[in-house]
């Protein structure tokens, strides 16, 4: 199994409060977030951007290892997930992961589309948007 790994540091409450993120491999190390750049547009990330750029890479990587695999050539992707937060009660949850992409390749169109379309359902990060999670803790 192969294990990567972010982490978040947070003080203060939900709309006054101030967060850093960071990975494990440094691509990105105590970048800002908080309320106003998840809600009010403000500079910095928040957690649906992240995944979005996470489900986007996936896919686009999934769908290239489906490609070559049906001996489509010279191939160029580019995608976006477009992960849309709701409101659900007292919170909020995700509800949706829109992925759009554009493919260039040699290869017959139609035998292109059915490839994305399996790298849709097949990457490993559509997979845990619907995953169980697990979690443990440690107070004090």
């Avoid at 850093?20 to 800002?32: F, Y």
């Amino acid at each position: 199994m192969i294990v990567n790994s972010g982490s978040a540091k947070w003080e203060g409450g939900l709309k006054d409060g101030k967060g850093l993120i960071s990975t494990k491999s440094g691509a990105l190390s105590d970048q800002p977030y908080g309320f106003n750049t998840r809600f009010e547009g403000k500079p910095g990330t928040n957690p649906e951007e992240l995944i979005g750029a996470a489900h986007a890479a996936c896919f686009s990587m999934a769908l290239s290892m489906i490609l070559q695999g049906a001996g489509v050539t010279d191939v160029k992707i580019e995608t976006t997930s477009q992960i849309g937060l709701d409101k659900e009660g007292d919170g909020f949850a995700i509800k949706t992961a829109h992925l759009v992409t554009r493919i260039t390749g040699n290869g017959d169109p139609a035998v292109i589309e059915d490839c994305a379309r399996q790298a849709e359902k097949g990457c490993p990060v559509s997979k845990v948007l619907n995953a169980e999670v697990t979690l443990d803790v440690t107070v004090g």
